[in-house]
């Protein structure tokens, strides 16, 4: 357990990662995760509906929430200091005593069913599950989190009550509480956990994804208003545990700032436009990202590449991006929720917690050099991959790639 004090603050949140999720999961149980999170949220032994459970916290001024990632599960509960020490059993009962009723499991099947196809339908979405899908291939991180709408109809109240068996164990979560609280009071709280027995054995080590692409350029035709245009460079097997992520984010935020001054305000090319790392434990992929009207396309990807080949890399840009991370990065941490993220995610990539200034330093080393070194290593023809997204024909994927000179 992970405990971090705020004096200040006039709420307490624990928030519980349980190390689960596509990465561990096959083509057939994919989505099985995401599948329980929900099912979970139908109701617990000691609050059977999903409206007893919101109740049950909503009544004490707090609110509950649950969301799941590539490599874990995470639920929450926050509630204000003064009924703080409600928060650690909450959680204990809804994820680790649910009801798991097969009506709970039918009923959640559509709502999934459902939630897949909204996602499918919102191209800001889904262009993220065509990039990973491109880039990685059969890996398990491939695939959608929310699963297939094959796997959702197949998995049955059995496989999920298995699955929370398997993963569901006091060695494989991490628990995290930040506000008003005192450590010693948090570790009473967490008493709550201490009748829970068993671990998990033997899980799969689970190879990093690389990048392998028989083509460069991806197009799906899609009837929409705009195009939608990745440009990303794999990271070459870094990620949130990587060393070098300061790095990553210093020079994806450097891109950031040249691509969306150049689209929106140069160009008039697009409404935005970024670049972010996008990113698992150990790979991923600094990605540029732009809407434009799709007779625009071409020029579009012609100007990211020119972005990217002309990069200004000296003192004066990689202070201002790293002044950039520093704010993003630490900005929002006097909320709670936002503080057990941080924490927790560090705990959970990295096993070595380190505290904003630590993190900031960290940043601030970052060198005009390093970020040369990067740009040579990762911005290069070989390592490029473009996917496009929307009424474009996929007649041009020829003519796209040989606009990919770095």
Known sequence: MLVHEMPEARSVTARLLVKAGPRYEDKTTTGSAHYLEHVLSEGSKKYPTSREIDKAIEDRGGD?????????????????????????????????????????VKREKGIISAELGEQIDLPDQYRWDLLREHVWGGHPLARNTLGSFESIEQITLEDLLDYHNRFYKPNNAI???????????????????????????????IPAPTQSVESRVLIEERDLHLAHILLAFGTKGHGESSLILPQIKVLSRMLRNRIFYKFVYDLGLSYSASCHPFLVSDNGNIVMVANVAPQNTEEAVVNMVHEVNHLK???????????????NTFLNLADTDTLTGFIAEQELYTGNVKSPEEMEKEIQMVSAADIERMKKSLFTGENAVLVVLGPVSQDKSSSLDQKLLF
């Open 64 to 104: 509950y929430t649950a969301g799941t990632h590539s490599e874990y599960v995470m639920y929450q509960g926050k509630l204000p200091s003064e009924g703080a020490g409600f928060a650690t059993e909450f959680l204990r009962e809804v994820v680790f005593n649910p009801a798991m009723t097969k009506e709970a």
């Open 175 to 205: 628990l995290v509480m930040a506000g008003k609280i005192t450590t010693p009071r948090a570790i009473e709280m967490a008493h709550d956990f201490n009748d829970l027995s068993g671990s998990v054995d033997g899980s799969p080590v």
């Open 313 to 327: 890399i000296d003192d004066a840009s990689v202070e201002e991006a790293k002044l950039g991370v520093i704010s």
